[in-house]
């Protein structure tokens, strides 16, 4: 069948991965193509050379090769460029499968084809799953090609693919995730006497305007939509920086807050959300360690970070700079 769906031309030339003892090989060179046939195994290559006769008139000419097809760089074949490509009862064994796939496809000639010989998941014994393909894998290698012919071949499937075609990658996700963290930003914002402002909230702790992101929004997006929907106070997010990410916990679910800098604002400070805050002051750092009424302990993070060693005893937390690239 596969001499069939994929004749020989003057001068074709074809490549057999995982020749095994050759019989592929033989039947390809019968049908008229010079073949080149590379296999791991030393012992497999000695065996397939002993079996294939000095080649008549009429047939194409075998060239065994010992390559291991995940290894071995692609020049150590013979020819540069293939008009077939096969793999017989091979391809399941193939462990990077994906990335020796998108590597034989550049050696295809125009027209050429890439052909896969394999027992399918659904017809062998559990036992011997690992020598098939299941569904899944055959539309997988089956992707990226113009196309992708599929027969059945005394129970086996055959495979022939043509055109590969270069895709960009796709993005996907694993379904709607449970709730697993709470994220947020703290804004740090200090008025021109360096003094950091900070909002009395209803439940009787000092902290830093700030609050969770939306999905999608940056956290320095957050942080500027934040100040201004609870202070006023209006910012550019060019005008933010990102100085950390710093994770904690709280009753067993992880907490990551963000610590952005904000450089320049406009306004002045006024309660926009009563339900939350009562007031905002502006704040000496200095006095941060005595500051009566106790500190919101996510803000107390992020003072910690932009000003080192202001606020002794924190609980723990775990701290990751944001370092900015250096201008080229």
């Known amino acids: 069948m596969l001499a069939s769906r994929v004749p020989a031309r003057a001068g074709a030339v074809a490549l ?39 080649p008549s008139d009429a047939d194409g000419v075998v060239t065994y090769v010992h390559l291991d097809i995940e290894r071995d760089p692609l020049a150590a074949f013979p020819h540069p460029a293939y008009d077939l490509i096969t793999f017989r009862l091979s391809y399941a064994f193939v462990q990077d499968r994906t990335r020796v796939l998108h590597r034989l496809r550049g050696r295809l000639r125009p027209d050429g084809a890439l052909c896969v010989i394999t027992p399918v998941a659904d017809a062998v014994p559990p036992g011997k799953r690992g020598i098939a393909l299941d569904e899944e894998e055959i539309a997988l290698l089956s992707a990226g090609w113009d196309t992708a012919e599929r027969h059945d071949a005394e129970g086996l499937a055959l495979l022939v693919l043509r055109g590969p075609l270069r895709t960009p990658v796709a993005y996907g996700n694993r379904g709607k995730p449970a709730p697993h963290a709470l994220t947020g930003a703290g804004a740090v914002v200090t008025d021109e006497t360096g003094r950091v402002l900070l909002g009395r909230s209803v439940h009787g702790l000092w902290e830093l305007p700030g609050g969770k992101n939306a999905g999608g929004e940056s956290f320095v997006r957050a942080a500027v939509r934040e100040l201004e929907e609870e202070t006023g106070l209006r910012a550019e997010a060019a005008d933010a920086r990102l100085v950390a990410i710093l994770m904690d916990e709280i009753h067993g679910i992880p907490r990551v807050t963000a610590a952005v800098r904000i450089a320049a604002y406009s306004g002045a400070p006024v309660v926009r959300e009563p339900e939350l805050i009562r007031r905002w002051e502006w704040h000496e750092v200095a006095d941060l360690p005595a500051l009566a009424g106790g500190l919101f302990v996510p803000s107390a993070h992020v003072l910690e970070t932009v000003w080192p060693g202001s606020l002794p005893g924190l609980p723990p937390v775990h701290q990751h700079l944001v370092v900015e690239a250096a201008s080229s």
């Open 16 to 54: 057999d991965v995982g020749c095994g003892r050759g019989e592929l090989a033989r039947h390809l060179a019968a049908a008229g193509y010079r073949v080149d046939a590379v296999d791991y195994s030393p012992a497999a290559i000695t065996a397939a050379q002993e079996e294939t006769p000095a």
